[in-house]
């Protein structure tokens, strides 16, 4: 990463199947674009007994990536509400092992209604060293709503604790991958870590990954809405 205030801390982002593959879609590529290393992987018994195959070779389900001072953990596959604490419980110790300072977690926020080409972005905050990188970046608090599944497993999780994080919305379809939208997640995550990310590989296959990620998608919803049945009443405005 060029020279910034995140620059010289170890950093972690932090990508999974949520509403329109958002976390899945861009922390992927930034590890594409950026020719992050994989150093590691997470394993839990309770996991599927799933491979994914990519260029020839073999990929377990959730990877660790490492370039610099940059570090991602991501995870191809959706959780339960019982496999997101285990999850989340892993990244915080392998965030206190490797002195991970501040945690970047990139979602989906469900909103049918918006037009495809504006999605819109929104930042959610444990701690306030996160407060002015939303300022300077001139991304919007998110500020009102319910939270559930992974994304409030990983936040109750770390609010525990002293590493900050901070969890990019942005809005998309919650029953189809939505490129566009991570689009936007993935050039507003490069402006923050202040590095370059041309995103016209991913603007030329925005079909095709709608088409290869949708038998994805249609776990990802399934997941999803049995985690809005577990949630409480109240009507929630973000569903993970």
Same mark, same amino acid.
């Given at each position: 990463?060029? %020279?910034?205030?995140?620059?010289?801390?170890? $950093?972690?982002?932090?990508?999974?199947?949520?509403?329109?593959? #958002?976390?899945? =879609?861009?922390?992927?590529? &930034? #590890? /594409?674009?950026?020719?992050?290393?994989?150093?590691?992987? $997470?394993? /839990?018994?309770?996991?599927?007994?799933?491979?994914? +195959?990519?260029?020839?070779?073999?990929?377990?389900?959730?990877? *660790?990536?490492?370039?610099?001072?940059? =570090? +991602? &953990? *991501?995870?191809?596959?959706?959780?339960?509400?019982?496999?997101?604490? %285990?999850?989340?419980?892993?990244?915080?110790?392998?965030?206190?092992?490797?002195?991970?300072?501040? &945690? *970047?977690?990139?979602?989906?926020?469900?909103? &049918?209604?918006?037009?495809?080409?504006?999605?819109?972005?929104?930042?959610? #905050? !444990? /701690?306030?060293?996160?407060?002015?990188?939303?300022?300077?970046?001139?991304?919007?608090? =998110?500020?009102?709503?319910?939270?559930?599944?992974?994304?409030?497993?990983?936040?109750?999780? =770390?609010?525990?604790?002293?590493?900050? $994080?901070? $969890?990019?919305?942005?809005?998309?379809?919650?029953?189809?991958? %939505?490129?566009?939208?991570?689009?936007?997640?993935?050039? !507003?995550?490069?402006?923050?870590?202040?590095?370059? +990310?041309?995103? !016209?590989?991913?603007?030329?296959?925005?079909?095709?990954?709608?088409?290869? /990620?949708?038998?994805?998608?249609?776990?990802? #919803?399934?997941?999803?809405?049995?985690?809005?049945?577990?949630?409480?009443?109240? !009507?929630?405005?973000?569903?993970?």
């Amino acid at each position: 990463m060029k %020279d910034s205030k995140l620059s010289k801390e170890n $950093i972690l982002l932090v990508g999974f199947p949520s509403n329109g593959l #958002v976390g899945t =879609f861009s922390i992927s590529y &930034i #590890v /594409h674009y950026l020719g992050m290393k994989q150093i590691g992987e $997470i394993e /839990h018994p309770d996991l599927p007994p799933t491979l994914f +195959v990519e260029n020839g070779e073999i990929l377990a389900s959730i990877r *660790i990536y490492k370039k610099d001072n940059l =570090f +991602v &953990i *991501i995870s191809d596959l959706p959780f339960d509400p019982y496999r997101a604490y %285990d999850f989340s419980e892993s990244i915080l110790r392998y965030c206190k092992s490797n002195d991970i300072k501040k &945690i *970047i977690v990139v979602s989906g926020m469900e909103t &049918i209604n918006r037009e495809p080409s504006t999605p819109k972005i929104y930042g959610l #905050v !444990t /701690h306030q060293s996160f407060e002015e990188i939303l300022y300077e970046n001139q991304i919007p608090k =998110f500020l009102t709503g319910s939270i559930f599944g992974t994304d409030a497993t990983i936040i109750t999780v =770390f609010r525990k604790s002293k590493i900050p $994080i901070l $969890i990019l919305y942005a809005e998309c379809h919650p029953f189809f991958p %939505d490129p566009e939208a991570s689009i936007l997640a993935i050039t !507003t995550l490069a402006k923050i870590l202040n590095v370059k +990310v041309d995103t !016209t590989d991913i603007k030329k296959k925005m079909e095709r990954l709608r088409i290869q /990620h949708r038998n994805l998608m249609d776990e990802t #919803v399934r997941t999803l809405q049995n985690q809005q049945e577990k949630a409480p009443t109240r !009507t929630p405005q973000i569903y993970r």
